[in-house]
T-cell receptor, first 112, second 112 residues
Framework: RKEVEQDPGPFNVPEGATVAFNCTYS??????FFWYRQDCRKEPKLLMS???SGNEDGRFTAQLNRASQYISLLIRDSKLSDSATYLC?????????????FGSGTRLLVRP | EPEVTQTPSHQVTQMGQEVILRCVPI?????FYWYRQILGQKVEFLVS????????KSEIFDDQFSVERPDGSNFTLKIRSTKLEDSAMYFC??????????FGPGTRLTVT
């Protein structure tokens, strides 16, 4: 089983649409959770951390369900500039390195 | 806004040659990482570095790889004898006490 699984997409949506991405992770001992976005041939950029209580940053809402080992990202009112690959990322077990474990990403295309 | 920088942006080398990839992490960060991304694949952890020593390394990080923090600002990744399969984007990242990692723009390594 992959450590972090995501639907690769692409999700092709019109501007203004609401789109949701889901992700599952295999290690129940994972400590921290993130969504990053990656544009083509660029570095991953931190979009938001994900907390058990859920958190929102503008048009973006992230949720974590530890019992189901499931993470989600909701994007409201999609913009053309939201077109990118969205990476679900978890850390390993509580240890000294806090290495990041990446999913393969979900590609989003927002069309005019 | 502080950022991670990396040089060079693109390195072309012949198989068997040594390369050194350089990174300047964000100045007050204490944890440093190297990741790589082969074209079309997911981002993979290579090594983490804290308190002037390696805290964790992946199976990819074999004896051909080494890291160093020679002074208070630079963080380097050396590949002693490059192989064709080392061709990838190499990302440096640094982390603050909130456990959020910030990535540099990457070095594209092409081994011919």
């Amino acid at each position: 089983r992959k450590e972090v699984e995501q639907d690769p997409g692409p999700f092709n949506v019109p501007e203004g649409a609401t789109v949701a991405f889901n992700c599952t992770y295999s290690n129940s001992a994972s400590q921290s959770f993130f969504w990053y976005r990656q544009d083509c041939r660029k570095e991953p950029k931190l979009l938001m951390s994900v907390y058990s209580s859920g958190n929102e940053d503008g048009r973006f809402t992230a949720q974590l369900n530890r019992a189901s080992q499931y993470i989600s990202l909701l994007i409201r009112d999609s913009k053309l500039s939201d077109s990118a690959t969205y990476l679900c990322v978890v850390t390993g077990e509580m240890d000294s390195s806090y290495k990041l474990i990446f999913g393969s990403g979900t590609r989003l295309l927002v069309r005019p | 806004e502080p950022e991670v920088t990396q040089t060079p942006s693109h390195q072309v080398t012949q198989m068997g040659q040594e390369v050194i990839l350089r990174c300047v992490p964000i100045s007050n960060h204490l944890y440093f990482y190297w990741y790589r991304q082969i074209l079309g694949q997911k981002v993979e952890f290579l090594v983490s570095f804290y308190n002037n020593e390696i805290s964790e390394k992946s199976e990819i990080f074999d004896d051909q790889f080494s890291v160093e923090r020679p002074d208070g600002s630079n963080f380097t990744l050396k590949i002693r004898s490059t192989k064709l399969e080392d061709s990838a984007m190499y990302f440096c990242a640094s982390m603050d006490r909130t456990y959020e990692q910030y990535f540099g723009p990457g070095t594209r390594l092409t081994v011919t």
